[in-house]
DNA sequence: TAGCCGTGGGC
DNA sequence: TGCCCAAGGCT
C-alpha cells in the first residue's frame, strides 16, 4: 500500500512552487497558512506575489500588519494575515529571522496549530511527523476504516491510525504525508472519488464494502445574512481604504444607493468611477474608486445597524480594523 | 467541544 | 440555482 501510493505520488504530484527542494521553510510556512481552508489554485498567485515582496519573515516584520492583510487580498479568513504577520514578527525577535525547525516550536506561533506546525517540520525540514489533515484524514476512513468519510471531527483514534501508518524512516514518511494528502486532494475526492484512477482500490475497505453513504449528515455553514456575510464585506472596505476611513460611511443608506454600480452588466467596469462621484457627492467624505465599490457590495446586503455595529465590534476585537487603519470606525459618527 | 471565522469555483 | 467544500486554528 505504501509503496504504490508513494509511486503514484511521483509520477503524479502537482508541480507546486513551494515543494520545489529551493523553496525556503518560510516559503513552506506561508503556502500552509494560505492553504488553510482554501484551495490551491487561490493560493498560487498571492504565494508568488507575497514571496517576491517579502522573501523572509524578517523582511514581513518590518512591514506594517495590514500590508500583510491587504497582500493577503481575497483569500479570506483574513485574520489569517494577521496571525503570520504576528509569527513573523515572533521569529525576527526569537528566532534569529528564521522559521525554527522544530514541530513544538512552530505549534507556538500564532495561527501555527498541530497540523501547519507538523507539515512544515515535516516538508520544509524532512523530519518524521504525523501530519493529519482532511484529505488524509478521508483516505484513511475509506482506505482503511471503511467508511464514506471521517468522523465529524478529528479524535484520538485517528492520530493513532496514522501514527502506525507513518513509514519509519524519514524520508519516506515525508513522501508518504505529502502522498497520501495529495492522493486525497486529486483522486479521494469528497464529493465524487476518481476511484478509477486510485493506485490502491484493490485494498479500499470502502469500495469493498459497496461504498456506503456517509453514516452523517455533514452541516453546511449558513451564509446569506449571517455576521459572516458582512463582516467579509466590511473587510472588503477595510482594505480598499486608507486610514481615516469614516465611520458614517459605514452606516449612510444614502451613500449606499449613490454608490451602487449600474446593475446593467455592459457599464459595470464604469460602476466604481461613477460610485466614487456619488459618494462624494453626498458629503459624506472624499474616496477612492474601489471604495464606492465595496460599499455598495456592502449596501447591498442591507444589514441592520445593529448587526454592522457587531461586525464592526468583531473587526477591532480581533485587530482587523486597526491593522488596515479602520480603527476610527469605533467612534460614535 | 462546538461554533465561529471568508471566499469563490465546481457540481 | 443553490449547495458543498477547500493543506485549520482558536476559544
Not at 514578527?89 to 500564532?110: I, R
Not at 520544509?124 to 483516505?139: H, S
Not at 491510525?161 to 502522498?179: F, H, I, K, T, Y
Not at 466604481?272 to 455598495?296: C, D, I
Amino acid at each position: 500500500m505504501h509503496e504504490e501510493i508513494i509511486n503514484w505520488f511521483a509520477s503524479h504530484a502537482r508541480d507546486l512552487p513551494w515543494r520545489d527542494p529551493d523553496c525556503s521553510a518560510w516559503g513552506v510556512l506561508v503556502s500552509e497558512v494560505m492553504l488553510q481552508q482554501t484551495p490551491v489554485t487561490r493560493v498560487l498567485p498571492v504565494w508568488k506575489d507575497w514571496l517576491l515582496r517579502w522573501p523572509d519573515p524578517a523582511a514581513l516584520a518590518q512591514s506594517p500588519s495590514g500590508e500583510a492583510v491587504r497582500a493577503w487580498g481575497r483569500l479570506g479568513y483574513p485574520r489569517r494575515a494577521l496571525r503570520l504577520h504576528a509569527a513573523a514578527a515572533l521569529m525576527a525577535l526569537e528566532h534569529d529571522g528564521e522559521v525554527p525547525g522544530s514541530y513544538n516550536e512552530l505549534l507556538s506561533l500564532p495561527g501555527v496549530g498541530s497540523y501547519t506546525a507538523a507539515a512544515v517540520a515535516a516538508f520544509a525540514f524532512g523530519r518524521r511527523e504525523t501530519v493529519v489533515d482532511t484529505n488524509i484524514r478521508r483516505v484513511h476512513a475509506r482506505l482503511i476504516a471503511g467508511t464514506a468519510l471521517p468522523a465529524p471531527a478529528l479524535n484520538a483514534a485517528e492520530i493513532r491510525l496514522a501514527e502506525q501508518l507513518l513509514p519509519a524512516e524519514p524520508g519516506q514518511s515525508v513522501r508518504w504525508n505529502a502522498a497520501v494528502m495529495e492522493l486525497g486532494a486529486l483522486i479521494c475526492t469528497a464529493r465524487s472519488p476518481k476511484c478509477g484512477q486510485c493506485p490502491v482500490r484493490e485494498k479500499c475497505a470502502w469500495l469493498a464494502a459497496g461504498g456506503p453513504a456517509p453514516t452523517y449528515q455533514p452541516k453546511g455553514q449558513a451564509w446569506a445574512g449571517t455576521d459572516r456575510q458582512v463582516r467579509g464585506a466590511v473587510m472588503a472596505v477595510l482594505r480598499a481604504a486608507g486610514p481615516g476611513l469614516q465611520r458614517g460611511l459605514l452606516f449612510s443608506p444614502a451613500a449606499a444607493l449613490s454608490a451602487a454600480p449600474a446593475p446593467d452588466p455592459a457599464q459595470a467596469h464604469d460602476s466604481g468611477a461613477s460610485g466614487s462621484r456619488a459618494v462624494e457627492a453626498s458629503g459624506l467624505t472624499p474616496t477612492e474608486p474601489p471604495v464606492a465599490t465595496e460599499l455598495a457590495r456592502l449596501y447591498r446586503l442591507n444589514a441592520e445597524e445593529s448587526q454592522l455595529e457587531r461586525v464592526i465590534t468583531g473587526l477591532l476585537r480581533d485587530g482587523l480594523a486597526q491593522a488596515t487603519g479602520g480603527g476610527g470606525i469605533a467612534l460614535p459618527a
